[in-house]
C-alpha cells in the first residue's frame, strides 16, 4: 500500500507502527501454516475412518473399531493445536501491537500480509472447525462411539477457538476478512460461533467492526 492509499484510508499509523503489525502478520501465518500443513492431513484421515464406517451395512459396523481408529487422530490435532495456540499468544507478549491495532482497525485497507493470515485461518476453521461440527453430525449415528469421541471433539475445539480470538485481539481487523473468506464458502456460521464463545462479539461490535456478525 502507497502513501496515497494510507493517507485515503485515514490510516494514521506511524511506519513503525505497519512494519511492526506486517511483521507480527507475518509470524502469525507462518505459524498457522505451519499448524494447518500437520493438523489437515489428520483431519481428511478422520473424516474418512467416519465415513468407511458409515458406508458399511450396519451389521458390519464396529463402533470400538471406529474409535480406536479416530481417538488417536483427534488427540494428535488437539496437541498441534495446543501448541500452535501457545506460540500465538507469546507472539505479543506484552499487548503493545494488540492494544495499538485494534485502535487503528478500520483505519486501513487490508495488506498483503493480513490477508494472507486471513487465509491460512480460514483454512484452519474450514477444516478443523468444518471436521469437528461435521463428525459430530455423523456420530449420531454411532452412539457409543460418539460417547467415547464427542469430549474428544469439544476439546480439539478448545485451542482452535483460542487461536482465532488470539489472532482477533492481536489484528482485529483480519477476522473481518476471514468472516468474508468463509461467508463466500457458506461457512461463516462457524466463525460466528466461535467469535461469540470468545466474547469478541461484543468487543468486535463496540469498535463497530464486523458486519458480517448480523447477516444471517
Not at 492494544?99 to 486471513?118: D, G, I, S
Not at 475445539?157 to 468474508?180: F, K
Request: hydrophobic letters at 40%; zero cysteines; a negative charge.
Amino acid at each position: 500500500m502507497n502513501d496515497t492509499d494510507s493517507s485515503a484510508a485515514g490510516d494514521d499509523r506511524t511506519e513503525e507502527q505497519k512494519k511492526e503489525e506486517a511483521e507480527l502478520a507475518n509470524r502469525l501465518s507462518a505459524l498457522i501454516e505451519d499448524s494447518n500443513s500437520r493438523v489437515v492431513p489428520l483431519t481428511k484421515m478422520i473424516r474418512k475412518h467416519i465415513e468407511n464406517m458409515d458406508a458399511r451395512k450396519e451389521e458390519d459396523r464396529n463402533e470400538q473399531e471406529l474409535v480406536d481408529a479416530v481417538k488417536p487422530l483427534l488427540i494428535q490435532a488437539e496437541k498441534i493445536l495446543n501448541e500452535t495456540q501457545g506460540m500465538v499468544k507469546g507472539a505479543d507478549p506484552e499487548n503493545k501491537i494488540s492494544n495499538k491495532a485494534k485502535r487503528h482497525v478500520q483505519a486501513h485497507k487490508a495488506t498483503p500480509e493480513e490477508q494472507r493470515l486471513a487465509e491460512a485461518l480460514k483454512v484452519m476453521i474450514e477444516e478443523v472447525g468444518g471436521t469437528i461440527e461435521w463428525a459430530r453430525n455423523k456420530l449420531d449415528s454411532f452412539p457409543k462411539a460418539k460417547r467415547d469421541l464427542g469430549p474428544l471433539l469439544d476439546a480439539l475445539g478448545q485451542p482452535l477457538t483460542q487461536i482465532v480470538a488470539g489472532v482477533g485481539m492481536l489484528l482485529a481487523g483480519v477476522l473481518n476478512l476471514v468472516g468474508n473468506l468463509l461467508s463466500g464458502l457458506g461457512l461463516d456460521s462457524l466463525l460466528k460461533g466461535i467469535v461469540s464463545a470468545t466474547g469478541l462479539d461484543k468487543i468486535y461490535k463496540g469498535l463497530g467492526l464486523g458486519n458480517w456478525l448480523n447477516s444471517k
